[in-house]
């Protein structure tokens, strides 16, 4: 029923079906149980690799460009606490950040001056030691379900047919077009609600095949065995130490796109999108009302 | 809206608190640790197979050198080890003995002269501690390989346990590790006597500091005065392998 839908929107043929094409309000088929199984196991995984990641950040909260890079050479990004007052320092610009970084309450009272807070790192207590072992375990968890989902989202097409953007989604006033709808909050109604527009696919395959792999292999950069086994991981990365910014950018850009997606959620109606994420059924939204739409809008431009 | 609001925070609050909460109770539970531990052997093998036994880490030229060499853990030592180590150094360590034994044919006992004397490696490595920091160096040596050869390693041999003079911690536990013979035997593997062009300095571990160069600092012990081996390591000290992985929860296997 998706697959049908999902072939006969955006040709600019849907009158000829429209029979078949399940109407605004009906509830149909969304993600598949790969999508699902994975989405929920990767979202697990990924927060407690971005919280115990900060717990292993505080170990050293300062970054470098190279391969080398200690407490006597100069960081490009440091937190750190000076006096009674916490910042954040990149290059020559710093940032006062009492109270969330560098200097902070703990829940008990006492005050911290460790990088980040209790609230964001895995454990929340200082332990390097445990914030690695949550790291490693859920490193192996993010690896092996993200590869098995990448091999069966190309055996099934589903990269292929529902991410890989159509020639015409990728004119620049296409996309244009989509980014002012978004910023309209008008998002796609009906069975068009069905396909993933084109900042949709954009933004997840960025996610799926440049910042998660990314992270795997600055991750893996850090290792000085890998880096024995596949040198060419230090070159590509341009040093260990390089490759240890380059996984802190990365987690934030992933943070990032964590925070646009939940807030996307929201928007579009959190019951619907997170019902279709576990059952998988996903009701099409309804012509929006008349009084959401600006009256100069053409009305042409309703998806 | 604000119904939204307050299910958002609701939701937030609830799943942030439960599992910060769970988070931080799990990680003071030994069976929780035991299961996160349990992907330490499953790293190491694959790691294993995908690293060469005798695969090198890379080696810098001197011009990659950091321009100063943090210096972290203990920056001197004491007795442990049963040595004077204050009286060694006064003296230069001229009475300094390296003793081999446990699972060897030869007991050694080696003064600095002799390692110098056996033939030696020269490496510019990467030393990366496990807060994540790293410093690159020059180290020379003696190859571990030469001497446990000199020795006679037994067939049942496993590891070799570095027992160093200094202690660390509240507690002054003495500061020990271990490794297994695919690094004992790896050709970057060395006893360093020099460091940088001079002798390996104070704060840095001397006389001995030991190079395990594809694994994090705290395996590379410093001030070594003997070398034991052993088939297990159950029964040195608290039977992890090692005094960080005794006293801190860290993985005997640092190869990440």
Known sequence: ?303 | MAIITTRRKLIAGLGSSVLLAGCDSWSRSDRVKNILSSAEGLTMRAQRLVTDRNALAREFTMDDLSPSFRANGSRTADTAAGVDYQALLANNFADYRLEVDGLVSRPLSLSLADLRAMPSRTQITRHDCVEGWSAIGQWTGTPLSRVLDLAGLRDSANYIVFHCADTYGSQDRPYYESIDLVDAFHPQTILAYDMNGGAVPERHGAPIRARIERQLGYKHAKFVMRLEAVDSLDEIYGGKGGYWEDNGDYAWYAGV
Not at chain 1, 99 to 106: A, C, I, K, Q, S
Not at chain 1, 116 to 124: D, K, L, R, Y
Not at chain 1, 178 to 205: C, V, W
Not at chain 1, 263 to 279: H, K, Q, Y
């Open chain 1, 1 to 303: 029923m998706a697959d049908e839908a999902e072939m006969d929107i955006g040709q600019g043929e849907a009158k000829s079906v429209v029979s078949t094409e399940p109407q605004p309000g009906e509830l149909v088929k969304r993600h598949r149980i790969s999508t699902r199984l994975w989405h929920w196991t990767n979202a697990i995984a990924i927060i407690v690799l971005l919280m115990s990641g900060l717990s292993i950040f505080n170990a050293h909260p300062r970054l470098y460009w190279g391969s080398y890079g200690a407490n006597p050479d100069t960081p490009w990004l440091e937190i750190g606490g000076e006096g009674t007052r916490g910042y954040l320092q990149i290059g020559e610009t710093q940032i006062t950040t009492t109270g969330v970084l560098g200097r902070w309450r703990e829940p008990d009272g006492d005050t911290s001056t460790r990088a980040f807070p209790s609230w964001a790192t895995i454990p929340g207590y200082y332990s390097l030691a445990m914030g690695r072992l949550w790291h490693f375990f859920f490193a192996w968890i993010f690896v092996l379900s993200g590869l098995a989902y990448w091999a069966w989202s190309f055996g099934n097409r589903h990269v292929q047919r529902d991410l890989t953007p159509k020639r015409k989604e990728l004119s620049l006033k296409h996309i244009w077009h989509d980014i002012s709808q978004h910023a309209r909050l008008r998002f796609p109604t009906g069975a068009a609600a069905l396909n993933y527009n084109i900042l949709q696919k954009l933004s997840y395959l960025i996610v799926l095949f440049v910042l998660l792999p990314l992270i795997v292999l600055t991750g893996l950069t850090m290792s000085p065995t890998m880096d024995a086994a596949w040198p060419w991981l230090l070159d590509l990365f341009g040093g260990r130490q390089s490759a240890r910014s380059i996984h802190f950018i990365v987690a934030f850009l992933i943070g990032v796109f964590i925070v646009v997606h939940l807030v996307m959620v929201v928007l579009a109606g959190p019951f619907n999108e997170i019902r279709s994420m576990i059952t998988g059924k996903f009701r099409l939204p309804k012509e929006r009302e008349p009084k959401l739409a600006p009256p100069e809008t053409p009305a042409e431009e309703t998806a």
